[in-house]
Structure formats: C-alpha cells, structure tokens
C-alpha cells in the first residue's frame, strides 16, 4: 500500500441545537419548518446515501466545558504512574489501555454514564427562551459560557466532574439525535434502546506524539525530572521531519507541579481546501486502524492539536490549529476517502453498527481511521467520546441485512453519492482492498438472534483478541 493519498475534504452537514431541540417539545408542529430541515438533514447525511456523519452546531454551555478538559487529557498521559493511578482513582475513572507501556500511541481515561431522563441542555434553552428568540439568545447563553472557564490546576482537581457534566450533555446531543432518526426511518427502536440501557461509556482520549513517546521512554529510564524555577529558553525537539507553526501567541499557564506550561492560540489561521478538494493524509502511520463502532451512536468533540517542546526540564506545550485544516478524522465511503473538518464548537455524531442492524441498513455505519498529521511529529490529539449502546440483552437481527462491507467486497468500480449530492468514483481497489481486509466481516461476527453482548464480545474477539485481524497494530 501506498504511504500517503488524497483524501477528499469533507466539511460535515450541520443542525443547530435549537432546531434540534424542538423534537423534544410535544408542542413543535409535524410541519414545522426547522423540524423538517432537522429531520431532512439527518436523512440524508446519516441514511444510505450519505456518510454517516454529522454536526451539531451552537450547543450552549458544553463549548467552554470541551476547552476545559481536553488539555488534562496529555497532562493525565505524560503523568508519572503513581500520581496519575491516585487522579484516576479519586475521581472513578478507568483505562482500557496499558498505561505503563511508554511506546503505547494511545492514552484512555473512562467513565461509565447514567443518564437520568432529565433534558439539561433543552431545558436551558426553554428557560432562556431560546427556541423562540432564536440565535441571539443562543449566543448569550454561550457568552456566559465563558466565564466558567477556569485554570488548568482547577481543572485538574475536577477532572471527574467535568467529565461526567460533558458526557451527560453529549448523551442529551445522541438521545435526540436518536429520535430524530427514529422520525424518518419508523420503528422507534433507536432512542428506546438507548434510554432503556441508560448508561454509556465516555472515553478522555490522547493520542500521543513521537515527542510524547520520547518523554515516557525517557521517565522510565531515569529518576523523576523536577522543574527548575529559573528561566530557561525553550527549544523544540529537532525530530526529523518536524514543522513548527508560525502563528503562535503564547500565554502562560502552569501544570500540576506548578511548572510554566506555553499554550499557544492560533492567530485566525486558515486552511485554505475546501470542501471536494483532495488533502494529503497518511494510510499506514495510523493512530487508530481503519474500524466500525459497533454501538448505536459515537457522539465526539472536535479534536484540540498540542504541539509539544521542552525547555531543559520543563514542557511545553501549544495549542495547534488543526493542522492542514482537518481534524484527522478520515472516513472510507463508497471506495474514497474522506478528510473530515467540522467547527471546532459543534459535535460530531457518528452512526454504529448496532444503530445500522436495528434500521435494517436504513442507516449508515462509519468505516473510520484516525490518521497522524504527515509532518507534525511534535502534535498530539486530544478529544472526548461518548458511546452510546443498546442493553446487553437486546436481541439483535440479521435476517436480510447486508451491510456495506460486504457490498464493497462484491462491488467493484463503485461509485459514492454523498448527502451533498456530489459524485465521487475511486478506481484504486488494491488500497480498497487492502483497508477491508483489516475489517472483520460483519457476518462472521453477528448471526441470527445474537445480543448485543455477545455480538460486542465477538467483534472486539475479531478485531483485537488473540489471533483478532488488528491484534499487532
């Protein structure tokens, strides 16, 4: 396979909140008309045709809590194990991942979510009268937003909480989503199964830097590095192919052991591709393999990039626009691949494969990959991700349902018809090929009147068990 190709920009479809949050009012006519342009753009980004991808835009409150934490996620990754194992306790958070492996390329912290039925989010949009002002007073409620925001010692100590307020808003984003759907495919199985299970998991993800690598490694070797007090310049790390932006206006903050800590913000740079233009991604220096989320629906904010460099003893860090202009989120559909870019204030709603079996294929699951910025070998990627799933009990149906991995396998020279209503054609079907053979085949891990435990337990068997197909990379 190839080292790099061009990927398609794809800028995601977006609905406001305030239009979305008229599903959950009894009240909003069938014909309304925001309703409608809700319900048609979840048909069409979200159905067969489309990606199966989508933005939620002008969300109140949750923006300022997203640039709360995603900085603790590095901060918690590059912790010496002792003190991050107290953090993690304190404030019930666990990990999937070996967090003593310094080559590991990704750091997870996670939580488990109930959800209360409650409306949070929609209920203050009705208290502040929103829905019927519109915008303006959207932008008010997101103004004072603002001042909440607290330093990153603060944050630290609350890391649980903010944690469980941002994954409980982000569950309200995929309840009503999950209606919406349920709206224009019938059958209502989707938001029942997600409010019956009630609970979800949120994931604080990182996703490390060779520069972070080269930090564990370098701990683990030698005694604990203590901060000096005195001024020092900071130098990058001089890794081979490293670009450094020029647009950086650094302020100071400090870290747990009150070390100086430079957090850069981009001075209004722009990328200038736009939407059907191709952009340069990576195929095999991956942060995460090309896979399907198996539950129903995978609601994340948009990434934060930190650039790192370190001054002597001390660590550095900036914060990046995101590098060429996309968030290295990359989709595969209908043989092209996808560089997906979305405001870095809306929330991005991915279809699972649960969601895609409970539709019979009336919905779309997303074949994804998280890709390394090709240059940038000092960034790291911080964002935050809630699951949302069925019961384990919940019977799932096969009868009839063939999903897009098989097609594309039985299909060749296919032709992709995004929601956007552009065309797109990829003749290339060894790298086609090539990414597939990475997937375990949906009928080799789901049959007939399997639950979702079981069929859970099957796909992670197949994709990173013992003899799984993604089990050494």
Known sequence: MAK?????????????????????????????????????????????????????????????????????????????????????????????????NPDRSVSSFAKLLRHSGKFALVELVNETESI??????????????????????????NVG???????????ELGI????ACDIVIGGGQLEQSITDFGTAKARLIHYHSELDNIIMREKESSTKR???????????????????????????????????????????????????????ISLLNLWQEWHYDFGILTILTPPLFLGGSEGEKCLV???????????????????????????????????GEAADILSRGKLKSTLHSVSRPLSFTDVSRETFVVFLQPSWDKTLSYSGYTSDTEEQLSHKNGTSILGNGSAGYC???????????????????????????????QTTKQYYGGGGIQHNN
């Open 4 to 100: 790099t190709a061009a990927a398609t920009v794809l800028d995601l479809a977006e609905v406001s909140f305030s239009d979305l949050a008229l599903l959950q009012s009894p009240e909003t006519p069938a014909d309304d008309r925001r309703r409608r342009r809700v319900l048609d753009t979840v048909a069409t980004e979200l159905g067969r045709g489309g990606s199966g991808l989508l933005a939620i835009a002008q969300v109140p409150r949750v923006g300022a809590l997203r640039r709360r934490l995603l900085p603790l996620s590095r901060r918690l990754a590059l912790m010496d194990h002792p003190s991050r194992s107290q953090i993690l306790k304190k404030h019930g958070l666990g990990s999937d991942v070996p967090l003593k």
């Open 132 to 157: 019927s002002n519109g915008f303006d007073c959207l932008e008010k409620v997101h103004d004072s937003d603002g001042s909440e925001e607290a330093n990153g010692d603060d944050d630290m100590e």
């Open 161 to 171: 909480e903010l944690v469980e307020e941002l994954g409980l808003y982000m569950m």
């Open 176 to 179: 009503l989503i999950a209606r």
């Open 226 to 280: 203590k901060c000096s007090s005195k001024k020092v310049p900071v130098k990058p790390y001089q890794l081979g192919s490293q670009r450094r932006s020029e647009s950086l206006s650094p302020c100071c903050i400090k870290s747990d052991d009150r070390t100086p800590v430079m957090v850069g913000k981009d001075n209004d740079s722009r990328d200038t591709s736009v939407q059907g233009k191709a952009s340069e």
């Open 317 to 351: 860090n900036q914060e990046y626009h995101h590098p060429i202009g996309h968030t290295h989120l990359q989709l595969c559909n209908g043989r092209k691949i996808f560089s997906v870019r979305c405001s870095p204030e809306s929330f991005i709603v991915q279809v």
């Open 427 to 457: 003749d290339e079907d060894m790298r086609m090929q090539e990414i597939l053979e990475k997937i375990p085949p949906l009928s080799s891990r789901l049959t007939e009147g399997m639950t979702f435990a079981e069929f859970s337990r």
